[in-house]
């Protein structure tokens, strides 16, 4: 039987972070055994928020290298640019005549980025959900390893993908978002200030290319409190954030102890010690970054073969968004 096609992309608009990890990357990893797997560097999408370019080659190999060094084999996987698949751009034309301006003008990403910069309110903008729909359906993927805050994303790309094939005749499988656990991941900034993201918050931010020391520093600079007042408490979403951190890069029995811990603790009788929680987790985490920024700083520093593994992704993505834009031209009748 075919292997279920898997697709994900990241945009390359500064550092990747833990965020980025544990919300997406780290499924990457474990999928490209399992399915036919699509993962691409969102280098059009960049240019909606980030019209200086001068620094996008750089980043768009960084992205391609932290890829590989967090553990994507770019044998089993295509790993590619978007620019390099201009089938995308053709789909994303047709899937605007889908795509309505209220709900896009509705869409939380394009409410908050003209929030952040209204000068800047420009069609790309408006229309980053269907170029990110193109991306999912040109390879006819079904699952999407995503982080929560992309979950709107993919109910669009749903809805673009029924209003398609209502029209023109099936081409598309409704496509998921997918986590290996029950729910997307969001990783919390280290000050409990909304998400952890690429270009806002840096302090609070834990990025893959961080040195030893700015993670100590960070993580113990991480947002905490006085301690739980009652016994078994509901955990503040910054403490559960530390506590989901942990989970990924401590042992079991170290995340058991802090949560036994902190569930005996009462107001009076505090038996969690953040001080304590925050340097057993700045060790692990340095332990668990390090191998990662030293493989990604070796594959930046070796540009040919960055290029050779995009050239190769970008051919194998080639082959899979030729055949969906044929049949998309036949449903449509442009063939
Ligand atoms: P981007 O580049 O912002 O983020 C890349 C991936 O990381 C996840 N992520 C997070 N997960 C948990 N907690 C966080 N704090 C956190 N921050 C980021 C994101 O959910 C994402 O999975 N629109 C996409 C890029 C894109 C795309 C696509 C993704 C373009 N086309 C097609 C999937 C399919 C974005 O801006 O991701």
């Known amino acids: 039987m075919a292997k279920e096609v898997v697709l994900s992309g990241i945009r390359p608009t500064g550092f990747l972070h833990l965020g980025n990890y544990f919300g997406a990357m780290r499924n990457y990893v474990r999928m490209q055994d399992e399915y036919n797997c699509y993962f691409f560097v969102a ?8 019209p200086d370019t001068s620094e996008l080659r750089n980043s768009v190999n960084r992205v391609v290298a932290e890829n590989i060094a967090c ?22 034309l047709y899937l605007n005549t889908m795509a309505y301006k209220g709900e896009l003008e509705k869409t939380t990403t394009f ?18 959900p269907v170029l990110m729909a193109a991306d999912i359906l040109i390879h006819r993927a079904v699952k999407v390893p995503v982080g929560k805050d992309q979950e709107q994303h993919l109910e669009m790309a749903r809805n673009f993908a029924e209003r398609f094939n209502h029209r023109y ?31 806002e918050n840096q302090m609070n931010t834990i990025f893959l290319a961080d040195e030893d020391e700015q993670i100590r520093k960070k993580i ?15 955990k ?26 902190f569930n005996n603790s009462s107001e009076g009788n505090c038996i969690i010690r953040y001080g ?3 340097k057993q987790l700045a060790a692990d985490m340095v332990e668990f970054v390090a191998p990662i920024r030293a493989k990604a700083a070796d ?29 998309v031209r036949e449903a449509i009748g442009m063939n």
């Open 220 to 234: 113990m600079k991480a947002k905490t409190d006085g301690g739980p007042l009652t016994p078994n408490a509901v």
């Open 43 to 50: 280098n059009w999408h960049s240019l909606t928020t980030h």
């Open 299 to 327: 594959l930046q520093a070796n540009q040919e073969l960055l290029k050779k593994i995009t050239r190769q992704g970008a051919e194998k993505a080639r082959a899979s968004g030729a055949e969906t834009l044929r049949l």
């Open 236 to 261: 503040p979403d910054y403490i559960e954030n530390l506590f989901t951190l942990m989970r990924q890069v401590s042992t079991p029995d170290t995340v058991q102890k802090f949560e036994d811990d």
């Open 111 to 128: 409410k908050e980025k003209v929030r952040l910069s209204p000068d800047n309110v420009n069609a790309g903008l408006l229309t980053y």
């Open 169 to 199: 005749g099936d081409v598309f499988p409704s496509p998921q978002a997918f986590n290996y656990g029950t729910e997307l991941v969001k990783i919390l900034s280290l000050d409990g200030n909304g998400k952890m993201s690429k270009s």
């Open 276 to 278: 304590d929680l925050k």
């Open 71 to 92: 553990g994507l084999d770019p044998e089993k996987v295509a790993l590619y640019i978007q620019s390099d698949l201009p089938e995308i751009a053709e789909l994303y």
